[in-house]
């Protein structure tokens, strides 16, 4: 289930933003989480599957297209589909017409928006 961050999450998004590795700095981390307060634009948001929070995905929104800051899953349970649900249901909530990556996510953002483009259109 996608959640959108809030403040009393914000030990659990620091630990999921710390596995990406432009996150493992501390000062970096917290500036990062700063952004995702208080910009307007800039949305967070959790998976939780059962009581676990094992993904998170944050974009900065401009015109209603989401461009994708971050994603990340806790490595025990990558391989499992879970960034392209998220990214799927980051759509499916219709705050968002489109995502794109940013420059840091491209590589991984081009494999998975196909798969989520085609599941949208199948609708």
């Given at each position: 289930?996608?959640?959108?961050?809030k403040?009393?999450?914000?030990?659990i998004?620091?630990?999921?933003?710390?596995?990406?590795?432009s996150?493992?700095?501390?000062k970096?981390?917290?500036?990062?989480?700063?952004?995702?307060?208080?910009?307007?634009?800039?949305?967070?948001?959790?998976?939780?599957?059962?009581?676990?929070y094992?993904?998170?995905?944050?974009?900065?929104?401009?015109d209603?297209v989401?461009?994708?800051?971050?994603?990340?899953?806790v490595?025990?349970?990558?391989?499992?589909?879970?960034?392209?649900?998220?990214?799927?249901?980051?759509?499916?909530?219709?705050?968002?017409?489109?995502?794109?990556?940013?420059?840091?996510?491209?590589?991984?953002?081009?494999?998975?928006?196909?798969?989520?483009e085609?599941a949208?259109?199948?609708?």
């Amino acid at each position: 289930m996608l959640m959108r961050y809030k403040k009393s999450f914000e030990k659990i998004a620091m630990g999921l933003l710390s596995f990406m590795p432009s996150e493992k700095d501390v000062k970096h981390l917290m500036e990062t989480i700063h952004s995702y307060e208080e910009k307007n634009n800039w949305h967070l948001f959790l998976w939780k599957k059962d009581e676990e929070y094992i993904g998170i995905v944050g974009v900065i929104e401009e015109d209603s297209v989401a461009t994708v800051q971050h994603i990340t899953v806790v490595p025990s349970y990558r391989g499992e589909g879970i960034a392209i649900t998220m990214l799927k249901e980051l759509l499916n909530t219709g705050q968002f017409k489109k995502l794109n990556a940013s420059a840091y996510t491209k590589p991984f953002i081009e494999k998975c928006l196909p798969i989520v483009e085609e599941a949208d259109d199948s609708k």
